[in-house]
């Protein structure tokens, strides 16, 4: 049974993690740090020297912790304001 996802992009030598998420019925049960470690000893096994992901804050309150419990380090800060239209 899938209860996450993940999905990378190489650009030697590193390796940006371009999605990775729980699935909803699994958000809240512990599982995004082994989700998360596995993904990244996957990544580091490449032979990648950086692993970068992106986050913002319509992610889960807990992924900013996650990445940072994880060994991600805050490398900058981007302010993006989008207009969603209404009914979309």
């Not at 740090?33 to 096994?45: C, D, P, Y």
């Not at 970068?52 to 981007?78: E, I, S």
């Amino acid at each position: 049974m899938n209860k996450g996802f993940g999905q990378t992009a190489e650009f030697t030598p590193y390796i940006r993690a371009t999605y990775f998420g729980l699935l909803p019925d699994f958000i809240g049960c512990g599982l995004g740090k082994h989700l998360l470690t596995s993904a990244v000893e996957r990544a580091w096994a490449t032979g990648a020297n950086r692993i970068w992901v992106h986050t913002c804050t319509l992610d889960h309150p807990a992924a900013m912790p996650n990445y940072l419990k994880r060994g991600f380090q805050l490398n900058g800060k981007n302010i993006l304001v989008m207009v969603i239209a209404p009914g979309s």
